[in-house]
């Protein structure tokens, strides 16, 4: 569908909707933990355009960016892709976050203070 010298995108062979497009690095990069920021800049950069060319050429009713990693989180492909998948009211795709959790304040708020305190330490460059 389309490609330039960084990044291909193309239709997966079962597409959960239609237009459903792929978004991939031409360099192997087998998650997002190994993404470089100059790669990611790239991928970000064709994934909103084509977004838009989804949405103007379909127009769904919503869109989903979907960007899995490890087994955990439904990786199957081990090269980093990012899916662009055009949604419509009732389409095959349903819900994809559950319709509530049951975490008690404590562990949001542990959560929460481990993260900032690691993004402290992390981006302050």
Same mark, same amino acid.
């Given at each position: 569908?389309? #490609?330039?010298?960084?990044?291909?995108?193309?239709?997966?062979?079962?597409?959960? *909707?239609?237009?459903?497009?792929?978004? =991939?690095?031409?360099?192997?990069?087998? &998650?997002?933990?190994?993404?470089?920021?100059?790669?990611?800049? #790239?991928?970000?950069?064709?994934?909103?355009?084509?977004?838009? =060319?989804?949405?103007? *050429?379909?127009?769904? $009713?919503?869109? &989903?960016?979907?960007?899995? &990693?490890?087994?955990?989180?439904?990786?199957?492909?081990?090269?980093?892709? =990012?899916?662009?998948?055009?949604?419509?009211? &009732?389409?095959? =795709?349903?819900?994809?976050?559950?319709?509530?959790?049951?975490?008690? $304040?404590?562990?949001?708020?542990?959560?929460?203070?481990?993260? #900032?305190?690691?993004?402290? $330490? $992390?981006?302050?460059?």
């Amino acid at each position: 569908m389309y #490609r330039d010298e960084h990044v291909v995108a193309f239709f997966p062979l079962e597409p959960a *909707t239609l237009g459903h497009t792929l978004v =991939v690095p031409r360099e192997h990069v087998a &998650n997002i933990w190994s993404l470089d920021e100059q790669t990611a800049e #790239r991928i970000a950069v064709a994934t909103t355009r084509l977004s838009r =060319v989804v949405k103007d *050429t379909l127009t769904p $009713e919503g869109l &989903n960016i979907i960007q899995s &990693n490890g087994k955990a989180a439904t990786q199957t492909v081990f090269h980093l892709h =990012v899916h662009i998948v055009p949604r419509w009211e &009732n389409d095959a =795709v349903g819900r994809i976050w559950p319709p509530e959790t049951h975490y008690s $304040e404590k562990q949001k708020d542990d959560a929460w203070e481990r993260l #900032r305190s690691a993004c402290r $330490e $992390e981006l302050r460059a």
